[in-house]
């Protein structure tokens, strides 16, 4: 059973400031990630995914991929009070047709 | 809205009941799946359909079935509800293995 770790479980940013999460399968066969984020009493919408190794940039937010550790991470510059809530990371195995595993989620407090 | 589009939104069920829920996919969109989230927990994949037929199954209860039709909304049949049902039931849809757009979330509370 694929697991995909979130941490921290919790962070609280500044308003201006940087926020870094991270996530990390334990499946080999992982072959894309996404970044979901869910504001509360709200459905998760995508942020972004990556499947190439290095870097991909969206307007004030950054995700790395680094294939042979399955690790990515996310950095929201410049954070924004609207930028609070849950960010869930999910990852597809190429064995796994379309199916998605999510992590617990690092959820984001951003302070004005 | 073109959105995917689950209903009921909110719905309260008693121990044994049983209830319904629907999600009628983006336009175009024949892969769906479902997906249940409780508080503090990850969300948690049931079932995955593609074409109208079943991809992979995960978490999904024995009391509970779900079906894609030929416009390719789905029901999820829930009987025999328990407590521990009580959750948010997401179903997400998308165009093969493109990104999943999730809809609005449906709140079941077993009492």
């Known amino acids: 059973q694929q697991k995909v770790q979130q941490s921290p479980e919790s962070l609280i940013v500044p308003e201006g400031g940087m926020a870094s999460l991270n996530c990390t399968s334990s499946d080999r066969n992982v072959d894309y990630f996404w970044w979901y984020r869910q504001h509360s009493g709200k459905s998760p919408k995508m942020l972004m995914?990556?499947?190439?190794?290095g870097e991909k940039e969206e307007g004030r937010f950054t995700v790395h991929l680094n294939k042979a550790s399955l690790h990515t991470s996310l950095h929201i510059r410049d954070s924004q009070p609207s930028d609070s809530a849950l960010y869930l990371c999910a990852a597809r195995a190429n064995s796994a047709g379309n199916k998605l595993t999510f992590g617990i989620g690092t959820r984001v407090l951003v302070r004005p | 809205d073109s959105g995917v589009v689950q209903s009921p939104r909110h719905i309260i069920k008693e121990k044994g009941g049983r209830s319904v829920l629907t999600c009628i996919p983006i336009?175009?969109?024949?892969?769906v799946v479902w997906y249940q989230q409780t508080l503090g927990k990850e969300l948690k994949f049931l079932i995955q359909?593609?074409?109208?037929?079943?991809?992979d199954k995960g978490f999904l209860p024995s009391r509970f079935s779900v079906q894609q039709f030929d416009d390719y909304h789905s029901e999820m049949n829930m009987s025999a509800l328990e407590l521990e049902d009580s959750a948010m039931y997401f179903c997400?849809?998308?165009?093969?293995?493109?990104?999943?757009?999730f809809g609005s979330g449906t709140r079941l509370l077993v009492i």
């Open positions: 997400a849809s998308s165009s093969g293995f493109s990104d999943y757009t």
């Open positions: 336009s175009g969109h024949s892969n």
């Open positions: 995914s990556i499947f190439s190794n």
């Open positions: 359909h593609y074409e109208k037929v079943e991809r």
